[in-house]
């Protein structure tokens, strides 16, 4: 069976890109795929994070990975800091990356910029923390959304590089990002992706919002100029609510452009905000059921990181085998 690997930082209240962009597609991998997902504390404490927040938000994302449709019976689902042979194979791949390619990552430029008074070695580590996630688990497919395709390639390089100097040892990975679903940009302005920490809360719908919030969001989204409601290069901001509409009503792009010709933008813009609000409410409410059990919760999470620790211990002996580390 192909393998797939996929996480998620517990460093905010998931926002509906996290959603469409990544665990929802892992949903309807999990049936068909050896399925790894896990939540990467160890990624998140590379910004600031409050020590207690960052518990909480782990049990949150867990709950809320279940409530998503993720089932614990099927896939190994799992907090990255409980299995130790991330950071040990992140050690090894680090002597196989160039400073100059780490430090010419997008996301690493972009998050110094954004936390300049803390551009620690880890910010930088961050991709290549990334590629042992994958390359642990000989992942053949990572779902993801597209801001982390240049991740995902650094991972592919960082496989085959070891491969070429070490002899064949790891899976060389692909990317498996889904058009349309990729990028769901910010409500307040369309020309960035949707993220879990802007500043402005009407950028972003958090799968936590309730109804109302949820439809007062959508209500205050930027639309264009003009009242076409199509989706065109020069129409970002319609282009982006109809990708959502599409993502959560599950219809196409034209389907939806024929359902809302000739409509108003005020009336597009509830219709969204309500299917949106629609999908969402019981996921929530699942969400809070499973927070109510959480021994049921910590359990899971167990046997996540015990599926997790022989499939990743695995890869790591024939790594330190590889690489002439001392075994007696
Ligand atoms: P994170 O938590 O920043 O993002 C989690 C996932 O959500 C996707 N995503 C989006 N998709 C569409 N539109 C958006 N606006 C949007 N915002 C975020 C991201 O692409 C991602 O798939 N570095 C990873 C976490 C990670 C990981 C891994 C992923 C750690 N190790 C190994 C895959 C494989 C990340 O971006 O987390």
């Not at 049936?31 to 049990?59: K, S």
């Not at 688990?137 to 395709?149: I, M, N, S």
Request: hydrophobic share 40%.
């Amino acid at each position: 069976m192909k393998i797939m690997y996929s996480a998620v930082q517990p460093s905010g209240e998931l926002t509906i890109g996290n959603y469409i962009g990544a665990v929802r597609n892992w949903v309807r991998l999990q049936n068909e795929y050896d399925c790894y997902y896990a939540i990467a504390d160890m990624h998140a404490i590379t910004v600031r994070q409050d020590p207690a927040e960052l518990r909480r938000r782990t049990l949150e994302l867990a709950a809320l990975y279940i409530a998503c449709g993720l089932d614990p019976a099927k896939c190994a689902l799992y907090v990255q800091s409980n299995v130790s042979a991330h950071a040990e194979l992140c050690w090894v791949l680090n002597t196989l990356t160039y400073v100059g390619e780490a430090s010419r990552m997008t996301q690493f430029k972009d998050k110094s910029q954004k936390h300049a008074d803390n551009i620690n070695m880890g910010l930088m580590d961050y991709p290549v923390l990334m590629a042992a996630d994958i390359l642990l688990y000989q992942a053949d497919f990572v779902p993801v959304g597209a801001d982390q395709k240049q991740h995902v390639e650094l991972a592919r390089d960082l496989a085959e590089r070891f491969n070429g100097r070490y002899g064949e040892t790891f899976r060389v990975p692909e990317p498996l990002i889904v058009k349309g679903e990729a990028r769901i940009c910010s409500l307040q302005d369309p020309s960035k992706k949707m993220s879990k920490s802007d500043e402005n809360p009407n950028a972003s719908v958090y799968l936590s919002d309730d109804r109302d919030t949820i439809l007062r969001k959508f209500k205050r989204a930027v639309t264009d100029s003009d009242d076409r409601i199509v989706a065109a290069e020069d129409k970002p901001g319609i282009t982006n609510l109809l990708n959502i509409y599409c993502a959560f009503k599950g219809c196409t792009m034209s389907e939806a452009e024929a359902y809302f010709a000739g409509m108003g933008y005020g009336e597009f813009k509830l219709a969204v905000g309500e299917t949106v609000a629609d999908v969402l409410a019981p996921i929530q409410a699942e969400k809070q059921r499973l927070l109510s059990e959480k021994d049921v919760l910590a359990g899971y999470l167990l046997a996540g990181a015990e599926r997790a620790f022989k499939a990743s211990r695995k890869t790591l002996s024939k790594v330190y085998r590889k690489v002439g580390f001392y075994r007696g």
